[in-house]
């Protein structure tokens, strides 16, 4: 019986946010091990590794990691991102400037543009912060007014496919996802029809067994991300797991757990 291949999206998130995590996903492309890359534009790296990525465009989409809680924000030079705690409380609470998300959004928008040469093919968050109450509505409104006329994906978080209950999905439906993604359907914006790649990072995980356990149950439409990294630094608190990550995708495992189950790598499946 032939079984036919499943596309999924792997989307390496945070290229730009050190050398380490650049390099590792750099890597991956050129061997055409993911599909998706995320920007995070604000940092003093992207500029200098956006261009061995652009060499690499024909090869992967790349999209906007708008990020609020890393390093000094494009709209105001000498303010550095906020506590995530803190832009947790203040999203949910009404509490936080909205032109200022206005304005920061659209400045890392308009640095992508001027970087890459072109509108991102998606937009997602670091630490998921688009889907937060407010700032999700000024990117949904931006999205309309710059680009609709790109179809633009977003990326959901809702539903997340998972083997076993896991407190961080609940979590990401809670903080926004779930609303987020009845927006982007009332909407007709394109966006991923399921989720996954969700853990806690912990030091000793079975990074294998788990992406094993995500590809079993990953159905068309659906996206994987992932943070794949070449360093390990105190600087970063789950760049161990980076290490870890980048070294299962760079191997004949990976390659052979995608042929076991029917995977194939593919630009964002999108629903309407």
């Not at 946010?17 to 003093?44: D, E, F």
């Not at 439906?173 to 009845?182: A, D, E, H």
Request: hydrophobic letters at 40%; a positive charge.
């Amino acid at each position: 019986m032939i079984v036919k291949a499943k596309t999924i999206t792997l989307c390496a998130d945070d290229f730009g946010m050190n050398p380490g995590i650049s390099q590792g996903i750099l890597k991956l492309v050129r061997l055409q091990r993911l599909s998706a890359v995320s920007c995070m534009v604000n940092t003093p790296d992207f500029k200098l590794y956006a261009k061995s990525l652009l060499t690499l465009k024909d090869q992967v989409q790349t999209g906007l990691h708008f990020n609020l809680t890393e390093d000094y924000l494009l709209s105001d030079l000498e303010r550095y991102g906020f506590k995530l705690n803190e832009l947790l409380l203040k999203t949910h609470l009404g509490l936080i400037n909205r032109q200022f998300i206005i304005n920061e959004f659209n400045a890392q928008l308009d640095h992508f543009i001027q970087v890459m040469g072109t509108l991102p093919d998606f937009i997602d968050g670091h630490q998921h912060v688009h889907q937060f109450p407010t700032i999700r509505q000024i990117i949904l409104r931006i999205y309309e007014q710059r680009l609709r006329r790109n179809k633009t994906i977003i990326r959901s978080t809702y539903p997340v496919l998972i083997s076993s209950n896991s407190i961080k999905s609940r979590i990401l439906s809670f903080t926004g996802g779930k609303n987020l993604s009845i927006q982007l359907k009332a909407l007709k914006i394109p966006h991923n029809r399921y989720f996954s790649g969700v853990y806690n990072f912990a030091r000793g995980t079975d990074y294998r067994a788990l992406f094993r356990s995500w590809l079993a149950l990953a159905q068309h439409g659906t996206l994987i991300m992932c943070h794949p990294g070449e360093v390990v630094t105190n600087k970063d608190a789950i760049s161990h797991a980076r290490y870890v990550e980048l070294d299962y995708f760079l191997s004949d495992a990976f390659l052979a757990d995608c042929q076991e189950y029917s995977v194939r790598l593919t630009a964002s499946p999108k629903a309407g």
